[in-house]
T-cell receptor
Framework: GAGVSQSPRYKVAKRGQDVALRCDPI?????LFWYQQALGQGPEFLTY????????KSGLPSDRFFAERPEGSVSTLKIQRTQQEDSAVYLC?????????????FGPGTRLTVL | GNSVTQMEGPVTLSEEAFLTINCTYT??????LFWYVQYPGEGLQLLLK?????DKGSNKGFEATYRKETTSFHLEKGSVQVSDSAVYFC????????????FGKGTKLSVKP
C-alpha cells in the first residue's frame, strides 16, 4: 500500500489481558515511531526504531510496554497486563530517514479500550 | 524541557474568515517546527514545516513563520473554507533527538457555511 497501515483499528481488552498492535510502515522507510494519544490530547512519543534497532524507548510508560521491529519493516507494540489507563489511540509513523526536518507519515491508529 | 503550547479550542469561524492559531514552544537549541492536521476520520497529515529561524512554511493557503525571538510558530490562513474543519497540532522535533515529535494538545477548528 501507499501509506502506513495499522491493525487492528479497534481493540477492546479486559483489564489484565495482553494485546499486540501491528504497524506496517511505508516500504523503504528507515525510521519508525510509536506514539500514544489520549482523548483530547496531542500524541506523545513512546519509542523509536532505526531499521531493526530500537534506539530510544524513553517514552514507554512502564515495563508492561514492549516494542519490536525484528526485520526492520513491520513493527509490533505489545502491552502486557493491560490497565484502564492504557486506553488511548496508538499511532505509528514512519519516515525515510532520521533528519530532523524529515516528514513523518502517520497511520490511522489503533484505538485501544481497556474495560 | 521541550514543550509546545497552542491555543485551546474549539475555534468556530464563518467561511472566508481569517484564521490564527497561536503556537509557542520551549526548547533548547533550534528545533524544527511543524503543523499537522487531522481531518475527521483520517490520520495525522503534515500541513507545513519550517526548519530554521525566519523560515516560512506554507501549504493549501496556510502559512506559519518560525520566530526565534518570540519562540512562536503561529498558523494563519486568510480565508477559511468548510473543508478546513479539522484538528490542528503544532509540534517540534527537538535537537539531539532521533526526530521524535513533541506535540501540542491540538486545536479543533469548525468552519460554518
Amino acid at each position: 500500500g501507499a501509506g502506513v497501515s495499522q491493525s487492528p483499528r479497534y481493540k477492546v481488552a479486559k483489564r489484565g489481558q495482553d494485546v499486540a498492535l501491528r504497524c506496517d510502515p511505508i516500504s523503504g522507510h528507515v525510521s519508525l515511531f510509536w506514539y500514544q494519544q489520549a482523548l483530547g490530547q496531542g500524541p506523545e512519543f513512546l519509542t523509536y526504531f532505526q531499521n531493526e534497532a530500537q534506539l530510544d524507548k524513553s517514552g514507554l510508560p512502564s515495563d508492561r510496554f514492549f516494542a519490536e521491529r525484528p526485520e526492520g519493516s513491520v513493527s509490533t507494540l505489545k502491552i502486557q497486563r493491560t490497565q484502564q489507563e492504557d486506553s488511548a489511540v496508538y499511532l505509528c509513523a514512519s519516515s525515510l530517514d532520521r533528519s530532523l526536518g524529515d516528514e513523518q507519515f502517520f497511520g490511522p491508529g489503533t484505538r485501544l479500550t481497556v474495560l | 524541557g521541550n514543550s509546545v503550547t497552542q491555543m485551546e479550542g474549539p475555534v468556530t469561524l464563518s467561511e472566508e474568515a481569517f484564521l490564527t492559531i497561536n503556537c509557542t514552544y520551549t526548547a533548547t537549541g533550534y528545533p524544527s517546527l511543524f503543523w499537522y492536521v487531522q481531518y475527521p476520520g483520517e490520520g495525522l497529515q503534515l500541513l507545513l514545516k519550517a526548519t530554521k529561524a525566519d523560515d516560512k512554511g506554507s501549504n493549501k493557503g496556510f502559512e506559519a513563520t518560525y520566530r526565534k525571538e518570540t519562540t512562536s510558530f503561529h498558523l494563519e490562513k486568510g480565508s477559511v473554507q468548510v473543508s478546513d474543519s479539522a484538528v490542528y497540532f503544532c509540534a517540534l522535533s527537538r535537537v539531539g533527538s532521533q526526530g521524535n515529535l513533541i506535540f501540542g494538545k491540538g486545536t479543533k477548528l469548525s468552519v460554518k457555511p
